[in-house]
């Protein structure tokens, strides 16, 4: 299993970004895929989720500013972070659990004026 992120950059606030991670090795379009992020000094934190039918889920704390994708013919999967504040500063990471969980190796992202 291989997930790849990409995406990430500084931003000011108020601003856009599209992440999007890249996965291999596994049946993707049968797996729920998901987005965590890790603030510094925070644990890491669900962000958002979507089932291999398309179902999404999300935290109160980015519910109607991000929004999850996913492209099962390309196997990847996006996360579109719009309104973006500083406290959305953080590592991004994909994750899908095949009896395990699995990670990517995050992307930094920054909102900073």
């Known amino acids: 299993v291989l997930l790849v992120e990409s995406g990430g950059g500084l931003v000011q606030p108020g601003g856009s970004l599209r992440l999007s991670c890249g996965a291999s090795?596994?049946?993707?379009?049968?797996?729920?895929m998901t987005w965590y992020r890790q603030a510094p000094g925070k644990e890491r934190e669900f962000v958002a989720g979507?089932?291999?039918?398309?179902?999404?889920s999300y935290t109160n704390r980015v519910e109607g500013r991000f929004t999850i994708s996913r492209d099962n013919g390309k196997s990847t999967v996006d996360l579109q972070m719009n309104s973006l504040k500083p406290e959305d500063t953080a590592v991004y990471y994909c994750?899908?659990?095949?009896?395990?969980?699995?990670w990517g190796q995050g992307t930094q992202v920054t909102v900073s004026s």
């Open positions: 090795g596994f049946t993707f379009s049968t797996y729920r």
């Open positions: 979507i089932s291999s039918g398309g179902s999404t």
């Open positions: 994750r899908v659990l095949i009896n395990i969980p699995y």
